[in-house]
């Protein structure tokens, strides 16, 4: 049994470090020479380690220490990145190791991106080469900013001042590029152990720090508590009376009390409590970093995705946006190819709209635009989601302003947001925006009527030519609606001309839609299941709709003569002559699926999400 | 708490809720020693309190026998449900270290792991394993998938960055999940110490001189020599030890571990 004690307050922070560099640079040597030359070895393994290799018939190396797999240690490099946990004067390190070869880079980048402080290493006699430039680029890419670069190999170079000092020279013009300023650049030899605890006798000239005080010499990087609130919703949990959104905080703070706004669903409440398990006292707070839950004070209908912000400081709302892009993938990125694209707890089908270009890392020049971007290079893109969604600037927040592509059932590439592009339906969005948060609530919500209507609210929208049977299946289905007694009104486009567009001229399509859309919104938050058909409108215009309605599900039925492609974001297709009672079920099917209709379970009313 | 306890525990919470949103399937296998009741404890942090998916403990029916008492109480006291796998056929057929410790290890432990995941079908498993333990567990992923015989494809571990992790995978593999890898053992003790967790008391020297470092089946598992009878007193230990943690685990002599681990060991 534990004994209770007070948590000891120790001195000293925790660091994440990462070795980089080209292959066969020295990489686990040099890691391997800090351990033994600090006493950080386990008891026994420096003499296991040499007992294997006099077995083997092998010179042993400090590089053996950490290459754990039998297939590392034969080919003497490594594989994947290793974590290993080093302490030095009260302050506490992981340095992750992270393979050099070119066939390993997406091991690297595993590594990288976990890291807040990195060591590059040049082999002396070799010099710059590709992976040293491949890796000094993906460290910029990857937001990794205090970079310290090792030249290594001292020792078979004769120790000469002029060879350390070409090479600092030359790479140092090429971070340059980068924006990066490299801490500093001190010259070693791991293998002989100059410079990396211990200051070298053999490089007299040089008199700065050693690798081991430039470990010291790296900054905790800052908090992220004193920039403006970005909470990611991860997740809602309803395991007893409480509904917590739980989540992990990006940047910022959230204190109970404060008027949350979650973006793109544009849903506003206060926090009513921060919860947690065994924390005492209860907090009033939770801030950057922390895995933390809330309670509201409204029962809003959120979803895993959406950001978290206050009302004065939302993030970006587009499907699309600009970025700089590495790509891991065994099958080349191509542009029109569908990704599914991960940014925060957002998850949402993507495709690449624009390669802008390709660029080269050995001289940052761009190569000629191209329709594919090959594994381990990186890209210039303009990405289209297929949903709205939330996100920020790499340059402004870290978290959400960065993203990785899925493609198949792989981590394929990772990228980070340059610039925020608007699409067609950006006007309207903003419109929508402005609106639902400055909407003036009662105290019914939209959780309170679905439980009475046993429903959600949803907009069933029926596209498709002239003499489809587009208006009748409406017919149809608001007659089976209600008849199940669902709260069901049939909108024909047609209707609101005569009333409320009669101030316009009919070519006025444009403002038309627009309030068509507005109504339908109007209908949408008294809890109905709005049945639509809009002869009028065209692909776009239903665009417009949806992005009135959002985030009211909206359920795409296409009726057709024959076999066509159906339009973009259809949920059913119906081509030829048709069963309208089937058709009808069908429908009532889809909106079981998407969680529309409660289902009965046992005696009670269920819904497939939670409300 | 300590600031690097809590970012610790911040992660590890981040990636137990990553675990239960993506995975329908989910288990965790609890084995009564710290590591994985410190996991355990965690994942009463991320879901306030609730454990929303089964614990599973592989009986190699050679534990010893106060972890059996220990686990009993705890799935009382904390209302859990726990799945207990055993590879029975290997048993009957007299299965026991003496037929070689890897042999053992894979038929009792691996294998029985591995039938009772196919059995039941879960496609995530929660494990304690911690990066320092040693050299191929330091190369893990926090989200590690294992093909259709449950093998381990080192050399082809998926891309891991920005906290997205590998949660979609082929039909008739799946996930291990390790929200521990990042903790070392001094951060364990410390936890348990700021959290109060109850801890299982072979871990403390009752007046022998004796204690265990690290649990698992009796006849594979020795104590070390040490005074520390109480939480304070092994974190102070540790602060001063250079003897590897599982140097009273027989089975990591020579490459016992990559070989086990690469067949799906734990």
């Given at each position: 049994?534990s004994?209770?004690t ?6 000293g ?6 070795i980089v560099?080209?292959?066969?640079h ?25 007992d294997?290799?006099?077995r ?14 039998l297939?590392?240690?034969e ?5 994947d990145?290793?974590?290993t ?5 009260d302050?506490?390190y992981?340095?992750?190791d992270?393979?050099?070869h070119?066939?390993?880079l997406?091991n ?8 807040e402080?990195?060591l590059l ?9 590709e992976?040293s ?6 460290l ?16 078979l170079?004769g120790y000469r ?5 070409a ?11 980068l ?5 500093r650049?001190?010259?070693v030899?791991?293998?002989?152990g100059?410079n990396?605890?211990?200051?070298s ?10 690798v081991?005080d430039?470990?010291g ?5 800052t908090a ?9 919703v ?5 395991f ?5 959104i739980?989540?992990r905080i990006a940047?910022?703070?959230?204190k109970?009390?404060?008027r949350?706004v979650?973006s793109?669903?544009n ?9 947690g398990?065994?924390v005492e ?11 933390t839950?809330?309670?509201l004070d409204?029962?809003?209908?959120i979803?895993r995705?959406?950001i ?8 970006l ?6 970025c ?5 993938g065994r099958?080349?990125?191509e542009?029109?190819k569908k ?6 707890t957002?998850?949402v ?5 624009i390669i ?9 020049a761009a190569?000629?635009t191209?329709?594919i971007?090959?594994?381990n290079e ?13 996100f ?5 927040f ?5 993203f990785?592509?899925v ?9 980070i947001?340059?610039e ?7 006007v ?7 609106r639902?948060?400055a ?8 959780d309170?009527r679905?439980?009475h209507f046993?429903?959600r ?7 498709g ?7 009748f ?5 608001e007659?089976r ?8 009104y ?5 209707n609101?001309?005569?009333g409320?567009?009669t ?14 859309g507005?109504v339908a ?8 299941i ?6 009028t409108?065209?692909?776009a215009d239903?665009q417009a709709?949806?992005t009135?309605?959002?985030?009211a ?20 297709a ?9 058709i ?21 009313q269920?819904f497939?999400?939670?409300? | 708490?300590?600031?690097?306890l ?8 981040y ?7 993506h995975f ?6 609890w084995s009564?020693?710290?590591?994985s009741?410190?996991?355990?404890w965690l994942a ?6 609730h454990v ?8 190699t ?13 705890i ?7 726990l799945i ?6 290997a048993?009957?057929?007299?299965m026991?270290?003496t037929?070689?410790r890897?042999?053992c290890?894979?038929a009792?432990?691996t ?6 995941l ?9 494990l ?9 567990r330091?190369k893990?992923?926090?989200?590690s998938?294992?093909d ?6 080192f ?12 949660t979609t ?12 890898l ?7 003790w410390e ?6 967790i109850?801890?299982?008391?072979l871990?403390?020297?009752?007046g022998?001189?004796t204690?265990?470092r690290s649990?698992g089946c009796a006849?594979?598992t020795?104590?070390i020599k ?6 304070d007193?092994i ?5 001063h ?5 599982r140097?009273g685990?027989a ?14 060991y734990?």
């Amino acid at each position: 049994m534990s004994t209770l004690t007070p948590p000891a307050a120790r001195a000293g922070d925790h660091l994440n470090i990462v070795i980089v560099g080209h292959v066969d640079h020295g990489k686990s040597t040099l890691l391997g020479r800090l351990y033994a030359d600090t006493n950080s070895l386990p008891e026994g393994k420096l003499d296991k380690v040499r007992d294997i290799c006099r077995r083997q018939g092998k010179e042993f190396e400090y590089a053996f220490l950490f290459d754990a797999f039998l297939e590392e240690q034969e080919q003497g490099i490594t594989i994947d990145t290793a974590r290993t946990f080093f302490a030095w004067r009260d302050r506490h390190y992981i340095i992750i190791d992270a393979p050099g070869h070119k066939e390993f880079l997406k091991n690297m980048i595993s590594g990288a991106a976990r890291a807040e402080a990195a060591l590059l290493v040049i082999d002396a006699q070799e010099g710059v080469k590709e992976q040293s430039k491949k890796h000094g680029y993906l460290l910029s890419l990857l937001g990794v900013r205090q970079v310290a670069v090792v030249v290594n190999k001292m020792d078979l170079v004769g120790y000469r001042q002029d060879v350390y000092g070409a090479i600092e020279a030359e790479y140092r013009a090429f971070l340059a590029q980068l924006n990066v300023t490299p801490e500093r650049f001190v010259p070693v030899s791991a293998k002989i152990g100059d410079n990396i605890a211990n200051p070298s006798v053999h490089m007299p000239w040089y008199t700065g720090p050693t690798v081991l005080d430039t470990l010291g010499l790296f900054r905790k990087e800052t908090a992220r508590e004193h920039q403006p609130l970005r909470f990611p919703v991860q997740d809602v949990y309803k395991f007893d009376a409480r509904r917590i959104i739980a989540g992990r905080i990006a940047a910022g703070r959230i204190k109970v009390g404060d008027r949350l706004v979650f973006s793109p669903s544009n849903k506003s409440a206060n926090v009513k409590s921060i919860e947690g398990f065994n924390v005492e006292p209860v907090p009033t707070e939770a801030k950057a970093g922390q895995s933390t839950g809330i309670t509201l004070d409204e029962q809003i209908f959120i979803e895993r995705g959406e950001i978290a912000s206050l009302e004065d400081s939302a993030p970006l709302v587009s499907t699309t946006f600009r970025c700089n892009l590495f790509w891991m993938g065994r099958r080349p990125l191509e542009a029109g190819k569908k990704y599914l694209l991960r940014m925060a707890t957002r998850e949402v089908e993507c495709e690449v709209a624009i390669i802008h270009r390709i660029i080269d890392a050995a001289d940052l020049a761009a190569r000629q635009t191209q329709s594919i971007v090959g594994r381990n290079e990186v890209a210039e893109l303009t990405i289209r989601a297929k949903a709205p969604l939330a996100f920020d600037l790499y340059g402004d927040f870290e978290t959400t302003g960065r993203f990785v592509l899925v493609d198949h059932y792989d981590v394929a590439g990772g990228g980070i947001v340059t610039e925020s592009v608007r699409d067609e339906q950006t006007v309207l969005r903003e419109e929508a925006r402005r609106r639902d948060i400055a909407w003036v609530k009662g105290d019914v919500g939209p959780d309170d009527r679905a439980r009475h209507f046993g429903h959600r609210a949803a907009l069933v929208l029926i596209t498709g030519d002239r003499h489809t049977g587009k208006s009748f299946l409406a017919r149809r289905l608001e007659i089976r609606l209600v008849a199940d007694g669902r709260h069901t009104y049939l909108l024909d486009g047609a209707n609101l001309r005569r009333g409320l567009d009669t101030d316009l001229v009919d070519a006025d399509t444009k403002e038309m839609v627009r309030r068509f859309g507005e109504v339908a919104r109007l209908l949408i938050d008294t809890g109905l299941i709005v049945v639509s058909t809009t002869n009028t409108f065209g692909q776009a215009d239903h665009q417009a709709i949806r992005t009135l309605v959002h985030p009211a599900p909206v359920i795409a039925v296409h009726m057709s003569k024959t076999e066509d492609a159906p339009p973009p974001n259809t949920d059913l297709a119906f081509a030829g002559p048709k069963d309208f009672e089937a058709i009808a079920d069908r429908i009532v099917e889809e909106l079981k699926r998407q969680g529309v209709l409660a289902q009965a379970i046992g005696a009670k009313q269920q819904f497939h999400y939670s409300i | 708490m300590d600031t690097h306890l809590r970012r610790l525990e911040d992660q590890s919470v981040y990636i137990f809720r990553e675990a239960y949103k993506h995975f329908d399937h989910l288990a965790m296998l609890w084995s009564m020693g710290k590591d994985s009741t410190v996991l355990l404890w965690l994942a009463r942090k991320a879901f306030f309190g609730h454990v929303p998916f089964p614990l599973i403990h592989i009986d190699t029916s050679f534990k010893i026998p106060a972890m059996i008492e220990y686990r009993d109480r705890i799935v009382r006291e904390w209302r859990l449900n726990l799945i207990i796998g055993q590879n029975k056929e290997a048993l009957a057929n007299g299965m026991n270290h003496t037929m070689g410790r890897v042999t053992c290890c894979t038929a009792l432990k691996t294998n029985g792991l591995k039938n009772l995941l196919a059995e039941k079908g879960y496609t995530g498993v929660i494990l304690g394993v911690r990066a320092d333990e040693e050299g191929t567990r330091a190369k893990e992923r926090y989200f590690s998938p294992r093909d259709k015989h449950g093998d381990w494809d080192f050399r082809e571990q998926p891309p891991e960055l920005w906290d997205q992790f590998k949660t979609t995978f082929p039909e008739g593999t799946h996930i291990r999940i390790h929200p521990l890898l990042d903790w070392t053992e001094v951060n364990i003790w410390e936890y348990i110490r700021a959290e109060s967790i109850p801890i299982i008391d072979l871990y403390f020297d009752k007046g022998e001189g004796t204690r265990y470092r690290s649990l698992g089946c009796a006849p594979c598992t020795a104590p070390i020599k040490s005074t520390a009878r109480t939480v304070d007193e092994i974190i102070e230990e540790l602060r001063h030890t250079t003897v590897a943690e599982r140097s009273g685990r027989a089975q990591d002599e020579g490459r016992g571990m990559e070989l086990l681990r690469k067949d799906g060991y734990m």
